[in-house]
């Protein structure tokens, strides 16, 4: 298990533009993810160094997003003014998850613009929306180890640090495991909550220095 990507929300201005914001903080360029069509969301891609990346995604005027969790998720948080949504871990076994959450994973697929097709399965995501401060979980299938979003290009930038609204107890509860497994390699400020729960913000290790977003 280790921390995989976190998902940031566009703004009101919608994806483009919210993504040239954050991609000028960090001194850095995004490239162009693609089409959830199960989720009725797109995406734009930030790859980072060990393994992880960054996505902005916009919610699409599709029927899939009023169905899909996930799509249902980016609606929410974009229309509550954009920002970070929540935080993934890659596990490579999605059974004991399922077990615990009482309900099967959901395919996942994203086509890129060069028509290549990511594929995955996920779970948690309705738990993100009732508790914005867990993790969902997602295995991504092995025949598309290639296409991981990180090695679209050199991950110049790398994730430090985040700071979460929340406990490390409940994340670890609902991860049937210590929280700090999947963060091991990312330092964690936990705060109390004073509304909704759920990452504040997120530090990288750029050209610049570090950066706050």
């Known amino acids: 298990m280790r921390l995989d990507h976190v998902s940031y929300a566009c703004e009101s201005d919608g994806l483009l533009a919210t993504t040239?914001?954050?991609?000028?903080?960090?001194g850095t360029d995004f490239v162009k993810g693609g089409v959830h069509?199960?989720?009725?969301?797109?995406n734009m891609i930030l790859?980072?160094?060990?393994?992880?990346?960054?996505?902005?995604v916009e919610v699409l005027n599709h029927p899939a997003s009023d169905k899909a969790p996930f799509g249902q998720a980016v609606r929410a948080r974009s229309e509550a003014g954009g920002g970070w949504m929540g935080w993934c871990v890659a596990v490579e076994d999605l059974a004991p998850f399922e077990e615990r959450l009482g309900r099967s994973s959901v395919p996942g697929?994203?086509?890129?613009?060069d028509g290549q097709e990511l594929t995955w399965?996920?779970?948690?995501i309705n738990g993100l929306i009732a508790d914005p401060q867990v993790p969902y979980m997602l295995r991504w299938d092995e025949d598309k180890a290639d296409l991981h979003p990180s090695r679209?290009?050199?991950?110049?930038?790398?994730?430090?640090?985040l700071t979460i609204a929340g406990s490390a107890e409940r994340v670890t509860e609902w991860l049937g495991m210590p929280v700090e497994k999947p963060l091991e390699s990312v330092d964690v400020t936990w705060v109390s909550p004073k509304g909704t729960p759920g990452?504040?913000?997120?530090?990288?290790?750029?050209?610049k220095g570090l950066v706050e977003i």
């Open 152 to 161: 679209a290009l050199d991950g110049a930038v790398s994730l430090q640090s």
């Open 37 to 42: 069509p199960r989720f009725g969301t797109r």
């Open 121 to 124: 399965r996920q779970i948690g």
């Open 109 to 113: 697929n994203r086509k890129f613009p």
């Open 199 to 207: 990452i504040m913000s997120v530090t990288f290790a750029t050209e």
């Open 20 to 26: 040239e914001r954050i991609a000028a903080a960090l």
């Open 47 to 56: 790859p980072l160094a060990n393994h992880q990346y960054v996505e902005v």
